[in-house]
């Protein structure tokens, strides 16, 4: 791959952040839940993990790489709804899912905020969020990293989190992998201290510090935590002109302004 590029946005960081969590996956199934890791994944695909399987998101296997929100011209298989479930027992399968909250421990809640009996607000409800966690490797995107997303315990467990999953036994355990947490800040797994959540590195004009702040938990930060890297000129070329050229992320995660919190 060619050298960093400059000019990169903090969006375009955060899609090759994205990108990076997959990498290393091989042949597997990628099912990205929303834009940013919709283009993360696609980009991936296109540059360092070319096996990935990608589907359109509703039924079919693609064979291209199309651009986001655009349907592909080659299809190569066929995956109906029901067929997901298939694919979810089985395993070969990375999912990046969003979060309304994530915890301390790397449990994530999409079901409602409040106590469970009498929510004061509802969301998605759990989904697959359960089995996702159990049986295939799971990651996080949130798009707006604060305290009211990272909490220090989630008010509903929909995504299960390694310490959860040891205590509910070896049927919950055996497959349980909490791969990534990418953020509009940084990126983070769980393998801190007491399987908790761990800052690997923070994206460039953060800070450490900035990233504390905007946690509601202890975060486990080790002695020296690196910059996440910048993409390359490569990558940058692929997610301005072939998958992102409307620059729909910037939506998502815009620039920050000297007068915010990055």
């Known amino acids: 791959m060619s050298s960093a590029a400059e ?24 099912s990205p839940m929303g834009m940013l890791p919709m283009l993360g994944v696609r980009l991936a695909k296109l540059t360092s993990n070319p096996d990935l399987v990608i589907s359109d998101g509703e039924s079919l296997f693609l064979a291209d790489v199309p651009p986001l ?22 395993g070969k399968r990375h999912v990046m899912m969003g979060a309304t909250q994530v915890d301390r421990h790397g449990n994530q809640n999409i079901s409602a905020i409040g106590d469970f009996a009498r929510p004061t607000r509802q969301l998605l409800g759990s989904r697959g969020a359960p089995g996702n966690t159990v049986n295939n490797r799971t990651s996080y995107w949130v798009p ?15 995504g299960v989190g390694p310490a959860r999953a040891k205590a509910a036994g070896p ?73 992102d050229p409307r620059a729909l992320r910037h939506r998502e995660v815009p620039e920050p302004t000297s007068k915010e919190t990055p």
């Open 7 to 30: 000019g990169a946005t903090r969006a375009d960081v955060c899609a090759a952040a994205i990108a990076d969590a997959f990498k290393d996956d091989g042949e597997i199934f990628a």
């Open 144 to 158: 707006k990293h604060s305290p009211r997303v990272f909490v220090e315990s989630v008010d509903i467990v929909s």
């Open 171 to 243: 049927a919950a355990a055996r497959y349980h992998d909490i791969h990534r947490i990418v953020s509009n800040l940084g990126v983070f797994d769980v393998k801190g201290t007491d399987d908790t959540v761990r800052l690997l590195s923070v994206h460039p004009g953060v800070s450490v510090d900035e990233v504390r702040e905007a946690t509601g938990f202890d975060l486990h930060v080790p002695d020296d935590v690196p910059e996440t890297r910048l993409p390359t000129t490569e990558e940058l070329i692929i997610i301005r002109e072939v998958l």
């Open 69 to 90: 929100f655009a349907k592909g011209d080659v299809v190569e298989g066929w995956i109906p709804f029901r067929k997901v479930f298939d694919v979810v027992a089985y």
